[in-house]
């Protein structure tokens, strides 16, 4: 008998070409129905999930070069942060937790859409996973940055306000911005290789943040055997720009191929 997946009336069958992708997809419906994800939340996720069919749904070796140079980068900073939103907390909540400890880097929850009830709604999640110490849920300790207009400009004083290294995964280009002005070392995870995030981010890394996260949890365990001299040259040999256009060339290859095989195929029919 075939095994399904059973989420409440729909039923994803495990031989299904899409059943990681739609497993995602109902991870994502269900923490906006429990208020961890904003409705804006399920097109942002849609667009991600597009782009990731054009590299294949494949982490690329330009994926993890970037991969290899953010855990550098957040292993010798002195004050690192991992950014938390909806999406992010819903898909991969324990592995945001192994890397917060294994860096070590604190999660703060930081909120685009600061709709009554998310936050404790996020907290809970990250709290079931294990986390210890979480930033952004302190009112007396929040700030704004100037730089911004947006509600991700109420950040934490103790997290990303005074923090060197902020990891971003699913980020905003704003943002990204407003923190490179400010100083700060930005590392995104962004499937659309020409957004604003990825162009303006120190390091981009184009993958699925459910692929990248137990991948940047592999090699911290393996970097944090180096020394600081051999992390700063992984950081300093690493250029974003060119592995951005690398990617993109990838991606060009790819299409072509899978031109050809649709054309093949549509041939043969």
Sequence with gaps: MMREMNHGDDKIPKDHPRYQSLTFRHKIIEGMKELVVAEAGLIAHGRGECFDYIIGEQTLETAKKAMKAAVALLLISK????????????????????????IPAPLEINL???????????????????????????????????????????????GIYQ?????????????????????????????????????????????????VMPEMIKIAGELKQLGKGELK?????????????????????????????????????
């Design 163 to 211: 923090g060197d290294c902020i990891f971003v995964p699913l980020e905003d280009g704003d943002r990204t911005e407003a923190l490179r002005k400010l100083g700060k070392k930005v590392i995104a995870v962004d499937l659309n290789p020409i957004s604003r995030t990825a162009i303006w981010a120190d390091i981009t890394i184009i993958d699925n943040i459910v692929r």
């Design 112 to 158: 685009f859409y600061r709709k009554e009830g998310r936050m404790e709604a996020i907290t809970k999640v990250l709290t079931k996973a294990g986390a210890t110490r979480l930033l952004g849920i302190d009112e007396s300790h929040m700030v704004e940055i100037e730089e911004l207009s947006s509600n991700r400009r109420i950040v934490d004083l103790h």
């Design 79 to 102: 004050k690192p942060v991992i950014s938390v939103n909806g999406n992010v907390a819903i898909l991969v909540p324990d592995l945001l937790v192994s890397l917060s400890k294994v």
């Design 233 to 269: 040259k992984i950081v300093d040999e690493f250029d974003n720009k060119k592995n951005i256009q690398e990617t993109l060339n990838m991606i060009i290859e790819y299409m072509k191929a899978q031109k050809e095989e649709a054309f093949r195929v549509l041939k043969n029919k």
